[in-house]
């Protein structure tokens, strides 16, 4: 009997990658037995993870579930191990439908068809691996595989720069990669036993010190990835050359690997030194904010342009992981499983507007809305989601980061107001950016090349209609009824923000570094009552 037995994690995460295998030696000429083999993978893949999660899954249970260890390489102690929780269920079911719908949308690569769809499948192993890694040097594995198949993407099928874009994106991600490896070998080798579990290693008891190192290594290699300012260059380069296939996995996968890496060894494993990168975080979540959205304001090249508005998206995620609240942290899960459908969609109408009109740049696109009428529609709706419009997962997503920090008792007064005032003004320019992009795109300067007569040829297929309704259906979904999504990981977000209320209660508010001290304390300078330090209490022993 099928059951809980059964390995089903290590079932999809090596079936793509099997799979992929065997597209060398198919009978096909023209690439259409083969787009239509990585389609049906990728397809089975998605339908197992969702009987896997519905049938197997304990949504009211935050610790690891469906674990499988094997062991793999004894000699250097690391295991195939791998589990599930309310962070990474969601995720893998995100990735698998952006993933599957990326495959589709390659349906007309006419330029070495097997190794893009091989490079595809192998792509879908490593990031599902990513997120259900229980091993840290295979969480650290499936982090550097995935790099190699997003690089050839962009250096093979993307666009004039690519090679320039794909060398750009390698060294970033590769070189702050590094930073994992030395920080989760530190912390496997800190204290009286060596393990590379992530669940061991959350129980280590490690010195302060050791703490703000190995948080401050994790931020460099995932903050690259989120990403953060001033290492977020290398997303609008990607973006900007990538295919439409690329750009959707790019935006709705690969930069929510940061944010799902932060909340899991940042702050689950390094709930301590938290407490002193928080308040950074934070800071650096305004930043994305506000000048991502408005270096968007300032791009004419539509990709470009959804790139900077994603590094916009992303500071509300550091927003909520800096609130110290569940509702902040419920907020920022929420905005990366928001965002992966939103920013997948928006990126995906971009390449089919591209494929009509063979140009990224919106001021030579005027006057489609009546050529594409289809498309307009769609665009309009995805953009209308990306700014936060009420009945949109988007609203529901930055809502609740923003009565996270505004309710967090964390901060003093001062330091909270100066970030809601400037979250409200990242809030005001998104519209502006979004909805002048659709006025210059489809109501902008007609260009005399679009003829109204070829209408029909421009407009939407009903295959892209139907990629970009799996997308926008879950959006609008979330939007009415969010528990559709929150209730997979809410129990989990619960459990890891009282881990660090728990290290907050114990945060010695004396001779603090001043930056920590301007945010923490309420200075007289800062707030007429200033407000007392709550009372310590013991934190409970820890049982390996």
Same mark, same amino acid.
């Given at each position: 009997?099928?059951?809980?037995?059964?390995?089903?994690l290590?079932?999809?995460?090596?079936?793509?990658? !099997?799979?992929?295998?065997?597209i060398?030696?198919l009978?096909?000429?023209?690439?259409?037995?083969?787009?239509?083999?990585?389609?049906?993978?990728?397809?089975?893949?998605?339908?197992?993870?969702v009987?896997?999660?519905?049938?197997y899954?304990?949504?009211?249970?935050?610790e690891?579930?469906?674990?499988?260890?094997?062991?793999?390489?004894?000699?250097?102690?690391?295991n195939?191990?791998?589990?599930?929780?309310?962070?990474?269920?969601?995720l893998?079911?995100?990735?698998g439908?952006?993933?599957?719908?990326?495959?589709?949308?390659?349906?007309?690569?006419?330029q070495k068809? /097997?190794?893009?769809?091989?490079?595809?499948l192998?792509?879908?192993?490593?990031?599902?691996?990513?997120?259900?890694?229980?091993?840290?040097?295979?969480?650290?594995?499936?982090?550097?595989?995935?790099?190699?198949?997003?690089?050839?993407?962009?250096?093979?099928?993307?666009?004039?720069?690519r090679?320039?874009?794909?060398?750009?994106?390698?060294?970033?991600?590769?070189?702050?990669?590094?930073?994992i490896?030395?920080?989760?070998?530190?912390?496997?080798?800190?204290?009286?036993?060596?393990t590379?579990?992530?669940?061991?290693?959350?129980? @280590?008891?490690y010195?302060?010190?050791f703490?703000?190192?190995a948080y401050?290594?994790? !931020?460099?290699?995932? $903050?690259?990835?989120?990403?953060?300012?001033?290492?977020?260059?290398?997303?609008?380069d990607?973006?900007?050359? =990538?295919?439409?296939?690329?750009?959707m996995?790019?935006?709705?996968?690969?930069i929510?690997?940061?944010?799902?890496?932060?909340?899991?060894m940042?702050?689950?494993?390094?709930?301590d030194?938290?407490?002193?990168?928080?308040?950074?975080?934070?800071?650096?979540?305004?930043?994305?904010?506000?000048?991502g959205? !408005?270096?968007?304001l300032?791009?004419?090249?539509?990709? &470009? &342009?959804?790139?900077?508005?994603?590094?916009?998206h992303?500071?509300?995620?550091?927003?909520?992981?800096a609130?110290?609240?569940d509702?902040?942290?419920?907020?920022?899960?929420?905005?990366?499983?928001?965002?992966g459908?939103?920013?997948?969609?928006?990126?995906?109408l971009?390449?089919?507007?591209?494929e &009509?009109?063979?140009?990224?740049?919106?001021?030579?696109?005027g006057g489609?809305?009546k050529?594409?009428?289809?498309?307009?529609t769609?665009?309009?709706?995805?953009?209308?989601?990306?700014?936060?419009?009420?009945?949109m997962?988007?609203?529901? $997503?930055?809502?609740?980061?923003?009565?996270?920090?505004?309710?967090?008792?964390?901060?003093?007064?001062?330091?909270?107001?100066?970030?809601?005032?400037?979250?409200?003004?990242?809030l005001?320019?998104?519209?502006?950016?979004?909805?002048?992009?659709?006025?210059?795109?489809?109501?902008?300067?007609k260009n005399?090349e679009?003829?109204?007569?070829?209408?029909? &040829?421009?407009?939407?297929?009903?295959?892209?209609?139907?990629?970009?309704?799996?997308?926008?259906?879950p959006?609008?979904?979330?939007?009415?009824?969010?528990?559709?999504v929150?209730?997979?990981?809410?129990?989990?977000?619960?459990?890891?923000a009282?881990?660090?209320?728990?290290?907050?209660?114990?945060?010695?508010?004396d001779q603090?570094?001043?930056?920590?001290a301007?945010?923490? @304390?309420?200075?007289p300078?800062?707030?007429?009552n200033?407000?007392?330090?709550?009372?310590? @209490?013991? /934190?409970? =022993? @820890?049982?390996?």
């Amino acid at each position: 009997m099928v059951s809980t037995h059964f390995p089903w994690l290590t079932t999809v995460v090596m079936l793509p990658l !099997l799979a992929s295998l065997l597209i060398p030696v198919l009978p096909d000429k023209e690439g259409r037995t083969v787009r239509w083999y990585a389609f049906g993978v990728g397809l089975l893949d998605l339908i197992l993870m969702v009987f896997m999660a519905w049938r197997y899954y304990d949504f009211s249970n935050p610790e690891f579930q469906l674990t499988e260890t094997y062991s793999w390489i004894p000699q250097l102690g690391m295991n195939w191990s791998l589990a599930v929780d309310g962070l990474s269920m969601p995720l893998i079911l995100l990735t698998g439908l952006v993933t599957t719908l990326a495959i589709c949308t390659g349906w007309q690569v006419k330029q070495k068809p /097997r190794l893009f769809f091989f490079l595809m499948l192998v792509m879908y192993s490593a990031q599902i691996g990513v997120f259900i890694a229980k091993d840290m040097l295979l969480f650290f594995l499936m982090w550097e595989i995935e790099l190699v198949p997003v690089y050839l993407l962009i250096a093979i099928w993307g666009g004039p720069k690519r090679r320039y874009a794909a060398t750009k994106f390698i060294l970033y991600t590769a070189l702050a990669s590094i930073f994992i490896l030395v920080a989760g070998l530190g912390m496997a080798f800190y204290g009286d036993t060596v393990t590379f579990d992530i669940e061991a290693l959350r129980h @280590k008891d490690y010195a302060l010190g050791f703490q703000l190192l190995a948080y401050a290594g994790f !931020l460099v290699a995932f $903050g690259v990835k989120l990403p953060i300012f001033p290492v977020h260059t290398w997303l609008p380069d990607a973006h900007g050359e =990538a295919s439409a296939s690329g750009s959707m996995i790019l935006a709705g996968v690969l930069i929510k690997m940061g944010g799902y890496a932060l909340i899991r060894m940042n702050i689950e494993m390094l709930p301590d030194a938290h407490i002193y990168f928080a308040p950074i975080l934070a800071v650096i979540g305004i930043i994305n904010v506000i000048y991502g959205a !408005l270096t968007a304001l300032g791009q004419s090249n539509l990709k &470009r &342009r959804l790139a900077y508005s994603s590094i916009s998206h992303m500071g509300f995620v550091l927003l909520g992981i800096a609130s110290f609240t569940d509702l902040g942290l419920n907020g920022a899960v929420l905005q990366m499983l928001s965002h992966g459908l939103i920013a997948a969609s928006l990126f995906f109408l971009a390449g089919v507007t591209y494929e &009509r009109t063979h140009t990224l740049m919106m001021d030579k696109m005027g006057g489609l809305a009546k050529a594409m009428p289809r498309t307009f529609t769609l665009f309009t709706v995805g953009a209308l989601a990306s700014l936060a419009l009420p009945g949109m997962s988007g609203f529901v $997503g930055e809502l609740m980061v923003f009565l996270g920090i505004t309710t967090s008792d964390a901060y003093n007064p001062t330091f909270k107001i100066v970030l809601i005032v400037l979250t409200a003004i990242g809030l005001i320019l998104t519209p502006i950016y979004l909805l002048s992009m659709l006025r210059e795109i489809f109501y902008g300067a007609k260009n005399p090349e679009f003829k109204p007569e070829i209408g029909l &040829r421009l407009d939407a297929k009903p295959r892209e209609v139907l990629i970009t309704a799996c997308m926008l259906l879950p959006i609008i979904g979330i939007g009415f009824y969010p528990k559709l999504v929150t209730q997979s990981y809410d129990v989990k977000t619960v459990e890891v923000a009282d881990r660090i209320q728990d290290s907050l209660t114990l945060f010695s508010y004396d001779q603090q570094p001043f930056f920590t001290a301007i945010a923490y @304390k309420a200075q007289p300078f800062f707030a007429a009552n200033p407000v007392a330090p709550p009372i310590p @209490k013991v /934190r409970e =022993a @820890k049982v390996m």
